[in-house]
């Protein structure tokens, strides 16, 4: 008599399979393989069992202390009692992996451009230099590094449209007691990404993934509007939302379309918080009320429809500085291969 193996063994064993490459580290595995279990299941698909919790856990703790952020952090609080030579160093350093970033132009402007047949814009005013001052918080202390400073720092991400002026002014008035009091307590306690996961419950992890490709999802959309998809009312409706809450350059610094085990880890400690379970579940209503976000009005063929207006549209896009940026149709690039 055989004994049936149990299928989750047999779906479970073949899905870390699928993610575990020789010489690749197993927790690497485990976390795409916890991220794709988190993913819609297509019809007639089987659906791809959950890894242990357990060692889900022990997978982020095992890369968030190996990360930048997690080093940066540990680097700020060994500065807090090492003079102004360990100050100096902790900004040179975080200068160093913030200063090599840049937002990406706006998706408006990236579509606008294309259309036009024009070079896509680099936005040259984002400059993430300043978020230092939030590292040197952490292990300096707030009053150490000054409101001024912290205004920046918060500017820099651009969301809710406030400028430099508008959180100084806040923080100001938080800080003279004439405004609502600021738990920087919470900035250290959120800064230790390990911590928050070791706090984390396990429905609290698998939450954050629901949110963070949640997300991922509605940013990915806002983006690749920037790259002609065809606009709909359902994601017109999105966009303006996202825009009402002033939260796509947030967004944009926190999201990735297709984020490595890694960055994987980073954001499912960010979707621990409140504030992205909340804007989830804003956006999510808004796809509530019209989710026909791939139907183009008046093609009655659907998805289908769609990718042939997407491939249409990507086909007959302008050529910069050819022809005056006018469109060139397919057969006239045929000829002209010719």
Known sequence: MVDAVDPVVVESAAVLARHLRQG????????????????????GAVP????AIGTVRQA?????????????????????????????????AAGRVLGAYRGAAHPALVRAALEAGEDVPVDAERDFRSMVHLVAAVGLGVQEVGTDALAEAFA????????VEDWAQMLGAAERGEGPPVDWGQ??????????????????????????IGLR???????????????????????RRIDDLGVFPLLDHVMAVNPSPRQFAELLVVCLEPFYDNLYETLMEQLAEDPAVFRVPGDETGVVGFGEAWAGAVRDLPVPGRD????????ERSAKRS
């Open 217 to 239: 999802g509605f940013y990915g959309l806002y983006v690749l509007h920037g790259l002609l998809l065809p606009d709909t009312p359902a994601q017109a409706a999105l966009r």
């Open 24 to 43: 690749r580290d197993r927790r690497l595995a485990v976390l795409e393989w916890f991220a794709e279990a988190g993913m819609g299941v297509r019809p």
């Open 60 to 92: 982020l703790v095992w890369v968030l202390e190996r990360s930048v952020s997690q080093r940066l952090v540990a680097l700020a609080r060994s500065a807090a009692g090492a003079g102004e030579e360990g100050q100096d160093a902790l900004y040179a």
């Open 324 to 331: 005056g940026g006018a469109g060139v149709g397919p057969g």
């Open 156 to 163: 820099a991400f651009g969301m809710f449209g406030l400028t």
């Open 48 to 51: 791809v069992p959950e890894p």
């Open 187 to 212: 900035l250290q306690q959120h800064a230790d990404f390990v911590g928050q996961v070791q706090r984390a419950g396990d429905e609290e992890l698998v939450r954050a993934r629901t949110v963070m």
